[in-house]
């Protein structure tokens, strides 16, 4: 997935083309499993051709070479400092299983099932705010957050509609956890966004990767009956005519779709 704080790439562009070589890889081998694989070589050749400092500087080099790999800065910079932080704490007189603490809390917060999913990018809390004067709910309308995350999506959506009735659902269960005690004033599940049953839903909001968007428009088409709202920010649903689109004050652009002006992909590929 691209840097949520970048306008959304073409489909030329490297961003759009890094995601679908990540989307292209099987699962096990998709971010951050690259990280983790890039970090391993760089130890590899440090303890094969070291320890010293030679070995050290051609490590991180390789880091370096590795890191440029990434379209997305936050990926470079994760995996280029990944083996230079390993080597300056190691040098710390801690005992081995201390290792084990930050690859637990890694699995907690962002399980192996979760990686086809995007990453922990945050909404920003007036993203939202033009929303009503292009889609008017009712009082106690019932609306999801499909992976929410820590909840930043469900303050964004409280702002724009105070008097709704809001729901969140995540996998990890330590941000399920965060989300849960942050937002007290909405009903956070802990699941996977695409085993729940999205029919009772008048709005469901999306912040995905773009290859989640096809399987988004299957689930609203299968489950959302007319009348209903579908909002992506960022990612359009392909093939789809979007009922509005609208700047959010942000380098973010929000896609408003109403179920009913939404076209399966089978009649598409007969027209």
Same mark, same amino acid.
């Given at each position: ?88 704490? *190691?040098? =710390? /007189? @801690? ?8 690859? &637990?809390?890694?699995? +907690?917060?962002?399980? #192996?099932?979760?990686? *086809?999913? =995007? /990453? @922990? ?8 705010? &033009?929303?009503?004067? +292009?889609?008017?709910? #009712? ?16 303050? &964004? ?115």
């Amino acid at each position: 997935m691209n840097d949520p704080y970048a306008p959304p790439p073409s489909e030329d562009s490297p961003a759009a083309r890094a995601d679908t070589r990540d989307e292209a890889l099987p699962p096990a081998w998709r971010w951050p499993a690259h990280a983790l694989a890039c970090w391993a070589t760089c130890w590899a050749v440090w303890r094969a051709f070291g320890p010293d400092w030679p070995a050290a500087v051609v490590s991180i080099g390789l880091g370096l070479i590795f890191a440029g790999l990434y379209h997305q800065p936050w990926r470079r910079a994760i995996v280029a400092g990944g083996f230079p932080l390993a080597l300056l704490v *190691s040098g =710390a /007189p @801690l005992p081995g299983w201390v290792w084990l603490i930050p690859l &637990a809390i890694l699995l +907690v917060a962002y399980p #192996r099932r979760g990686w *086809s999913d =995007a /990453p @922990l990018f945050p909404t920003p809390h007036d993203a939202l705010k &033009a929303l009503p004067t +292009v889609l008017t709910l #009712r009082e106690q309308a019932h609306v999801l957050d499909a992976g929410c995350g820590l909840g930043d999506g469900l303050v &964004a959506l409280r702002r724009a509609y105070p008097a709704v009735q809001l729901h969140g659902i995540e996998y990890s269960p330590f941000l399920w956890l965060l989300a849960r005690l942050r937002c007290r004033w909405a009903t956070v599940s802990r699941g996977d966004l695409w085993a729940q049953s999205w029919r009772e839903m008048d709005l469901v909001y999306l912040f995905q990767r773009p290859e989640s968007m096809p399987r988004a428009l299957d689930k609203a088409l299968a489950e959302m009956p007319a009348g209903r709202w579908l909002v992506s920010l960022d990612f359009p649903l392909p093939g789809q005519t979007a009922h509005a689109q609208l700047e959010t004050g942000t380098r973010h652009r929000l896609h408003v779709y109403r179920i009913e002006d939404l076209t399966p992909e089978s009649a598409r590929e007969v027209r």
